[in-house]
Nanobody
Framework: QVQLVESGGGLVQPGGSLRLSCAAS????????MGWYRQAPGKQRELVAR???????NYVDSVKGRFTISRDNAKNTVSLQMNSLKPEDTAVYYCNADLKPTPGEIRNYWGQGTQVTVSS
């Protein structure tokens, strides 16, 4: 079974920083795009950032210049460095990955979510 396990959430003051990490474990044949989504209360889940195997990235406009996504292909991990955090960044952050558990079709997996709260 494949699991995505997140860590690094918490409470931070506006202007502060947090680093989220996610590790894919279990029976994994290959990993493709990895990313982070977030969902604030009463809002739809949105893509925050994603990174492809080759390193190309996409960010939602509201986090450009403040957040940086990175990955370690050898360890099947993805991280999100969040700087200059704002109250509107408060949400549950979910790790997401497209991967093959076996040499077959690509499947999409979600982590359990980690709470990020930006408040003074």
């Amino acid at each position: 079974q494949v699991q995505l396990v997140e860590s690094g959430g918490g409470l931070v003051q506006p202007g502060g920083s947090l680093r989220l990490s996610c590790a894919a474990s279990g029976s994994i044949f290959s990993v493709y795009t990895m990313g982070w989504y977030r969902q604030a209360p009463g809002k739809q889940r949105e893509l925050v950032a994603r990174i492809r195997t080759g390193g190309s990235t996409n960010y939602v406009d509201s986090v450009k210049g403040r957040f940086t996504i990175s990955r370690d292909n050898a360890k099947n991990t993805v991280s999100l460095q969040m700087n200059s955090l704002k109250p509107e960044d408060t949400a549950v952050y979910y790790c997401n990955a497209d991967l093959k558990p076996t040499p077959g079709e690509i499947r999409n997996y979600w982590g359990q979510g980690t709470q990020v709260t930006v408040s003074s």
